[in-house]
């Protein structure tokens, strides 16, 4: 089994409906991350969290929110999507020597 | 705050060539982190190295290599007697040293390589 799974893999939603991506790892580590990569400009940080009460906004939070279910859940909301919000979707975990592991990725598109 | 540039944004090479990706960062830290990452068209992330920022010698892995040079703010990532299956886009990455890096990756925006048969 992977160590970090994020479910859907691919998903299309309409503008204005509400989404979550969810991910989960295996490995108890405690940070946990989600990324949005789109074509041509990297990946970019939306939310972190370092345990279950603790989250953090990263560079491009706007328009998103985050739920730490459990140590080993880490969810993704759009409360209203919006099509510039379509893009590549990671989660990533903190391994205990300093890497990370992202996961296979969701692709959202919202049209 | 922090900045990763990959000039490159696609190299195009014919199998067995040498080719050179090139990574320059931006920070204030004093120690971080420097990382590459490969995406191959299927989508996922690969990790490929880290290295700390006091620690200075290159480092070589079968036919990849990474030269690190803080004097220039680089981290250049070279692959020898490259193969179709290197065909990638690969990012380079920064983060903090401080708390383990625990605040996230600053990434390029990656170099889209394509190996020619």
């Known amino acids: 089994d992977a160590d970090v799974t994020q479910t859907p893999r691919n998903r299309i939603t309409k503008t204005g409906k509400r989404i979550m991506l969810e991910c989960s790892q295996t490995?108890?580590?405690?940070?946990m991350y989600w990324y949005r990569q789109d074509p041509g400009l990297g990946l970019r940080l939306i939310y972190y969290?370092?345990?279950?009460?603790?989250?953090n906004k990263g560079e491009i939070s706007d328009g998103y929110s985050v739920s730490r279910q459990a140590q080993a859940k880490f969810s993704l909301s759009l409360e209203s999507a919006i099509p510039n919000q379509t893009a590549l979707y990671f989660c990533?975990?903190?391994?205990?020597?300093?890497?990370?592991?992202f996961g296979s990725g969701t692709r959202l598109t919202v049209v | 705050a922090q900045k990763v540039t990959q000039a490159q944004t696609e190299i195009s090479v014919v199998e067995k060539e040498d080719v050179t990706l090139d990574c320059v960062y931006e920070?204030?830290?004093?120690?971080?982190?420097l990382f590459w990452y490969k995406q191959p068209p299927s989508g996922e992330l690969v990790f490929l190295i880290r290295r700390n920022s006091f620690d200075e010698q290159n480092e070589i892995s079968g036919r990849y290599s990474w030269n690190f040079q803080k004097s220039t703010s680089s981290f250049n990532f070279t692959i020898t007697a490259s193969q179709v299956v290197d065909s990638a886009v690969y990012f380079c990455a920064l983060s903090p040293y401080s708390g383990g890096g625990a605040d996230g990756l600053t990434f390029g925006k990656g170099t889209h390589l394509i190996i020619q048969p």
């Open positions: 490995k108890g580590h405690d940070r």
């Open positions: 969290s370092f345990d279950v009460k603790d989250i």
């Open positions: 990533a975990t903190l391994t205990d020597n300093y890497g990370y592991t």
């Open positions: 920070t204030r830290d004093t120690t971080y982190y």
